[in-house]
T-cell receptor
Framework: DVKVTQSSRYLVKRTGEKVFLECVQD?????MFWYRQDPGLGLRLIYFSYDVKMKEKGDIPEGYSVSREKKERFSLILESASTNQTSMYLC???????????FGPGTRLTVT | AQKITQTQPGMFVQEKEAVTLDCTYD???????LFWYKQPSSGEMIFLIY??????QNATEGRYSLNFQKARKSANLVISASQLGDSAMYFCAMREVSSGSARQLTFGSGTQLTVLP
C-alpha cells in the first residue's frame, strides 16, 4: 500500500513563527504536491515538485516556500506564519506513470 | 472561470437509495482526466473513480459510477445503494494533460453528503 505521511495532524503556531510541514511518501513517486483546504473553496494547490530539487508554483504560492532535497520528502515552509494561513494542509504524491494521487492524512494548522 | 463546479454544497439521501453528485468542468484541452475523491470526517482523501476524456464507456467501481457527458462537460458521480459510511465530503477534480500542467489536479469546492438511516 502506498503511504503518504505528514509530520503532524494538528499544529498551533504563533503569528510570525517559521513553520515546517513535512511530508514523506514510500512509493518512490516522482511527483509531490502541497494543497490547502478551506471550507467552500475545496483544495487549492500551493506548490508541487516533479523531481528532487525541482519545484513549481501552484495557484496560491504567496507566503509559502518548499524544499525537496530527497525524492521521498517534500517540505512546506511558512517563513512567517500569519492568521490567514490557518487551514488544513494536505500533501499528495503520484507516480509519473499513474493518474491517481495518494494523499496524506492532513495537518490542521492554527496560527494565533 | 471556475474549472470545476460543484453546485450542491450539501446533499441528503436515505440509506439504500441512489444519489447523484453533480460536477461540471471547463477546459479547452482535448485530453483530460476526471476524478472523484471522498473525504470522511477523519480528513483523509480517498480516491474513488477516474474517467479519461477519451474513454468510450462510463467508469464504474463497485457502487460508484461516473456519468460522463462530454458534450455537456459534466462528470456526475452516482452512488448506488447508499450506506451510512458514505456520509462524507465528495470532491470532483480534473487534470488537463496537454496544457503543461499534467501533474496538477484542480478541485471543485465539494459536496457534503449525509446518508440518513
Amino acid at each position: 500500500d502506498v503511504k503518504v505521511t505528514q509530520s503532524s495532524r494538528y499544529l498551533v503556531k504563533r503569528t510570525g513563527e517559521k513553520v515546517f510541514l513535512e511530508c514523506v511518501q514510500d512509493m518512490d513517486h516522482e511527483n509531490m504536491f502541497w494543497y490547502r483546504q478551506d471550507p467552500g473553496l475545496g483544495l487549492r494547490l500551493i506548490y508541487f515538485s516533479y523531481d528532487v530539487k525541482m519545484k513549481e508554483k501552484g495557484d496560491i504560492p504567496e507566503g509559502y516556500s518548499v524544499s525537496r532535497e530527497k525524492k521521498e520528502r517534500f517540505s512546506l515552509i511558512l517563513e512567517s506564519a500569519s492568521t490567514n494561513q490557518t487551514s488544513m494542509y494536505l500533501c499528495a504524491s503520484h507516480s509519473a506513470n499513474s493518474y491517481e494521487q495518494y494523499f496524506g492524512p492532513g495537518t490542521r494548522l492554527t496560527v494565533t | 472561470a471556475q474549472k470545476i463546479t460543484q453546485t450542491q454544497p450539501g446533499m441528503f439521501v436515505q440509506e439504500k437509495e441512489a444519489v447523484t453528485l453533480d460536477c461540471t468542468y471547463d477546459t479547452s484541452d482535448p485530453s483530460y482526466g476526471l476524478f472523484w475523491y471522498k473525504q470522511p470526517s477523519s480528513g483523509e482523501m480517498i480516491f474513488l473513480i477516474y474517467q479519461g476524456s477519451y474513454d468510450q464507456q462510463n467508469a464504474t467501481e463497485g457502487r460508484y459510477s461516473l456519468n460522463f457527458q462530454k458534450a455537456r462537460k459534466s462528470a456526475n458521480l452516482v452512488i448506488s445503494a447508499s450506506q451510512l459510511g458514505d456520509s462524507a465530503m465528495y470532491f470532483c477534480a480534473m487534470r488537463e494533460v496537454s496544457s503543461g500542467s499534467a501533474r496538477q489536479l484542480t478541485f471543485g469546492s465539494g459536496t457534503q453528503l449525509t446518508v440518513l438511516p
